[in-house]
């Protein structure tokens, strides 16, 4: 069954501070990782995508690493900002035929920045 | 450049009557994804649309639930005889095509309350 798995649940930490979540995923055939940003009450939105061959990306402040032999990911925030408050939700996606929609979600972690 | 556009934002129902969830994917997009997220749950795949077609439902309910993408207007997910067990947040979703690794763009949601 496949599966993902966000730790921590939920961190707290101050502005200005890094911090970095993590994600285990069993899904198989793997085909691509995906990190969203979800504020309470919204929509997610997309931070990065990597697929097999990448093993870092970034978007400004977020920096996603995959390491597919231990099927492990982390999103590194940098110097958070209180915006960054939100829930990281870990998405993966199962290689089906070369469909796109196959995703399975995390429960994600509940970040929240205290000034 | 409007984004992916649900309504309505939010819903009360009765149990015994019937929700109807809008979803206008954005511009250029003929692809819609429905996804359903419980009380402190991950998302869940539901169904996936393309223009007047279904393509894949298997994550839909196959009692009370469906859904429509016509040709003209928007995507529609509709729950007959709602139960308290249907109240949760509906994500419409689209993309450009239907290719991996491809974004897919999140709307803000429609949350369901059948009370």
């Known amino acids: 069954k496949n599966q993902v798995e966000q730790s921590p649940q939920s961190l707290i930490i101050l502005e200005g501070k890094n911090c970095t979540l993590q994600?285990?995923?069993?899904?198989?055939?793997?085909?691509?990782l995906r990190w969203y940003k979800q504020d309470t009450g919204r929509g997610p939105v997309s931070l990065t995508i990597m697929t097999f061959s990448e093993n870092t990306k970034s978007n400004g402040r977020y920096t996603a690493t995959l390491d597919a032999d231990t099927k492990q990911s982390s999103l590194h925030i940098t110097a958070s900002q209180l915006s960054d408050s939100a829930s990281y939700i870990c998405v993966v996606s199962a290689d089906s035929g070369g469909s796109n929609y196959k995703l399975t979600f995390g429960k994600g972690t509940l970040l929240t920045v205290n000034p | 450049n409007a984004g992916v556009m649900q309504n309505p934002r939010h819903l009360v129902r009765r149990r015994g009557q019937e929700a109807r969830l809008r979803c206008s994917p954005m511009k250029g997009h003929s692809h819609v994804y429905w996804y359903r997220q419980l009380p402190e749950e991950g998302l869940k795949f539901m169904v996936y649309?393309?223009?007047?077609?279904?393509?894949?439902e298997s994550g839909m309910p196959k009692e009370r639930f469906s859904a429509e993408f016509p040709k003209e207007g928007p995507s529609i997910l509709r729950i007959q005889q709602v139960v308290r067990g249907d109240s949760a947040a509906y994500f419409c979703?689209?993309?450009?095509?239907?290719?991996?690794?491809?974004?897919?763009?999140f709307g803000e949601g429609s949350w369901l309350t059948v009370v």
């Open positions: 994600c285990n995923y069993t899904v198989s055939p793997f085909s691509n």
């Open positions: 979703a689209s993309s450009q095509t239907g290719t991996e690794g491809n974004t897919i763009y």
């Open positions: 649309l393309q223009k007047e077609n279904i393509i894949d």
